[in-house]
Every structure is written in C-alpha cells, then in structure tokens.
C-alpha cells in the first residue's frame, strides 16, 4: 500500500507540473499526433506496392503500430525521464541521497520524475488499436481481449527489464548513453511484425532484443494470430528479464562506492 501511495503521489506532481506550462503539453500533443500520422503514411507506402507484411494485412498491422506507439509513449512518459537519470545520479552523488530514503531504491529511479504529456502517445496508440479492430470486424471476445492484456503486460515488463538492465550498465561504464541510442534503433524493428525479418535476424528479435515480444505477441492475442508457443515465450522472456534486472541492480549498488568516495 505504501508503494501505490507513492505511485499515486509521483502522478499528481507530474500533472501538477505539466499543467503549469500548458502550451508545452498541447506542442507536445501536436507533435504526437504529427508522429502518429507519418507513421500512417509510411506503411500506407508499403501497402501501395503489396497486400500483406509478413502474413500480416494492413489492419492487422494497424494493430501492430498501435501497440507500438502506446509503449513508445511508456518509454517518454516513465522509463527515459526516470530511469535515464540514473547516469546523472551517478555523476551528481545525488543517489547516495536515493539510497538514504525509507524507500526501495529500484522502485524510486523508475518512477519517481514521470511526465504527463506522453499519456497522448498511449491513447492515441490504444486508440489506434481499437478502430483497427473496428475495421477487422474482430470480434472483442473475452478470449481475445485477456491474451491481448497479458502479453501487453508482458510486453510492457520486458521493456522496462531492458532499460533497467542497460541503464545500470552506468556504475560501471560512462557512456552508456549510447546504449540508449541502440536501444532506440532497435526498437523501430518492432513497427513490423516479427515474421518480416528472416533466418538468424528474426531470432535474435525474438530472443535477444526480443521486439517479437513488445509489440508481435500483443497484437497477435488481440487478432488470434497468437499461439501457445509465443504466449510462454513471452511470459519467460519477461520474467527472466525483470528478475536479471533486479539482480543487476542490487549487484551494481554492492560495488557502488558513493560520490563521495
């Protein structure tokens, strides 16, 4: 209960600070909504010159896109503003403060600096989902709609299990924001479902930088693409990962020597 308190608490300062620069939040919006249209427009392009992707049609990749946006905008709105300052914490000393306060210290960089204004790339993202759908005709059974939930969950722990786990890289190396670079052209592959990429490359997608399980699997629950394979391949993926991630960081703060050191 404690935790949900905070959880509550870190959201009210960020809507707080947002609404004090009003047009920055409806740029922001704009922005999104420029983004989000391009992003149409490019895989309209593809589908001018073929009738699927992958096995997958234009609505159902629609899908896809959806997903995608909506967890970009996780990654704008939680995992960036937090858990990217983890190199500056370092830098700063301002973590031995962290590490000083009545609270796990994980729980504190991932979520306490959250930003408002990327909640329109989530909606809209979610939104793009449902009128996909809506075009499908897909019928939103009970069935459906739990497969989508939980690999979307799944796909939302992974996500946050990568950038932990890249990100505390930093008490060791000093420039780890490459790693963040990397990260970013590698998660434009999950705009396309995993199928197009071929041979060792869809492997490596799919087990290594697993982008089959952030934005594929969700949207191959929703549209009953999703099989039993995939379903455990998400839920291992995703549990390994957070595990890795909260060892990775217990082990960093165990040969972290302060900034004062």
Do not use: C
């Amino acid at each position: 209960m404690k935790y949900l308190r905070l959880m509550k608490e870190f959201l009210r300062a960020a809507v707080v600070e947002e609404m004090e620069y009003r047009s920055n939040f409806f740029a922001n919006v704009l922005s999104t909504v420029s983004g989000l249209f391009v992003s149409l427009l490019t895989l309209q392009v593809f589908f001018n010159q073929t009738q699927a992707i992958g096995g997958w049609s234009f609505e159902q990749v629609l899908v896809l896109l959806g997903i995608f946006n909506a967890l970009d905008g996780v990654v704008k709105m939680v995992l960036r503003p937090n858990i990217g300052r983890i190199v500056q914490h370092i830098r700063k000393g301002t973590l031995d403060l962290i590490l000083t306060k009545p609270v796990d210290s994980q729980f504190y960089v991932s979520f306490r600096h959250i930003l408002f204004w990327p909640i329109t790339d989530v909606l809209m993202g979610l939104g793009l989902v449902v009128y996909a759908a809506v075009k499908m005709n897909l019928a939103f059974t009970a069935s459906h709609l739990l497969w989508f939930a939980l690999m979307f969950l799944a796909a939302l722990v992974t996500l946050y299990g990568i950038w932990m786990v890249l990100m505390t890289m930093s008490f060791w190396f000093v420039k780890v924001e490459n790693l963040t670079f990397l990260f970013t052209s590698l998660f434009e592959t999950a705009r396309f479902p995993v199928q197009v990429y071929k041979g060792i490359l869809r492997a490596l997608l799919t087990y290594v930088f697993p982008v089959a399980v952030l934005t594929t699997f969700p949207a191959a629950g929703l549209i009953g693409k999703l099989t039993w394979t995939d379903a455990v391949i998400s839920f291992i993926i995703a549990i390994v990962i957070v595990f890795v991630a909260r060892w990775f960081w217990k082990q960093a703060l165990r040969n972290y020597t302060s900034a004062s050191s």
